[in-house]
Nanobody, 122 residues
Framework: QVHLVESGGGLVQAGGSLRLSCAAS????????MAWFRQAPGKEHEFVAA????????YYADSVKGRFTISRDNAKNTAYLQMNSLKPEDTAVYYC???????????????WGQGTQVTVSS
């Protein structure tokens, strides 16, 4: 059974940085595309970033391009999201997700973490 656990969320001022981690177990980590999604109150899930299993391909939402960086360490079964120049509109619960295909469509991801809250104050 796939298990994903996010950590690293918190409260930060606008312009600040946070690094989220997603520890994975129960899967062949390098075979999975890992992604980050977020959900703000009253809004639907929003794609943030994704990285292929071999780290060769990355995808970013336009809203975070140039500010966020996704990475992974296959030896540690962990994915990361480095978030810089944070804005109040980045406030949301951030989820990591895993799938065996390369996609940014949230309904194609079949394994999800419990989420970590990121709050950016103005």
């Amino acid at each position: 059974q796939v298990h994903l656990v996010e950590s690293g969320g918190g409260l930060v001022q606008a312009g600040g940085s946070l690094r989220l981690s997603c520890a994975a177990s129960g899967l062949t980590f390098s075979a999975y595309t890992m992604a980050w999604f977020r959900q703000a109150p009253g809004k639907e899930h929003e794609f943030v970033a994704a990285m292929s299993g071999d780290s060769d391909t990355t995808y970013y939402a336009d809203s975070v391009k140039g500010r966020f960086t996704i990475s992974r360490d296959n030896a540690k079964n962990t994915a990361y999201l480095q978030m810089n120049s944070l804005k109040p509109e980045d406030t949301a619960v951030y989820y990591c997700a895993a799938t065996r295909i390369q996609t940014i469509s949230w309904n194609s991801y079949d394994s999800w973490g419990q989420g970590t809250q990121v709050t950016v104050s103005s």
